[in-house]
């Protein structure tokens, strides 16, 4: 069972910047592909970016490309989300799911971590 522990969210500014962590219990995650999920106040889960297992295909929702970059270190099991230039409307809860589709959506994430809280404050 790959258990996934997010960190590094908190509270900043706009257009401040935040690293996120996303790190897995086993090296098994390398061969998932990871993706980041956020979900702000009363609103649905949404998807916002996703790296493949070898790093070598990445996603990014509209609403973050650009400001937003995914990567991975498979030799420390750790996937990060680098989020620049950081907007009010980010603020949400952020999660980090493996699984073997291509992360884009929910479907096929078979692990799900339990989120770390961004806030961005106007």
């Known amino acids: 069972q790959v258990q996934l522990v997010e960190s590094g969210g908190g509270l900043v500014q706009a257009g401040g910047s935040l690293r996120l962590s996303c790190a897995a219990s086993e090296r098994t995650v390398s061969t998932y592909s990871v993706g980041w999920f956020r979900q702000g106040p009363g609103k649905d889960r949404e998807f916002v970016a996703a790296?493949?297992?070898?790093?070598?295909?990445?996603f990014y929702a509209d609403s973050v490309k650009g400001r937003f970059t995914i990567s991975r270190d498979n030799t420390k099991n750790t996937v990060y989300l680098e989020m620049n230039r950081l907007k009010p409307e980010d603020t949400a809860v952020y999660y980090c799911?493996?699984?073997?589709?291509?992360?884009?959506?929910?479907?096929?994430?078979?692990?799900w971590g339990t989120g770390t809280l961004v806030t961005v404050s106007s």
């Open positions: 799911a493996a699984g073997t589709t291509d992360g884009r959506s929910d479907y096929g994430m078979r692990y």
């Open positions: 790296i493949s297992w070898s790093g070598s295909s990445k």
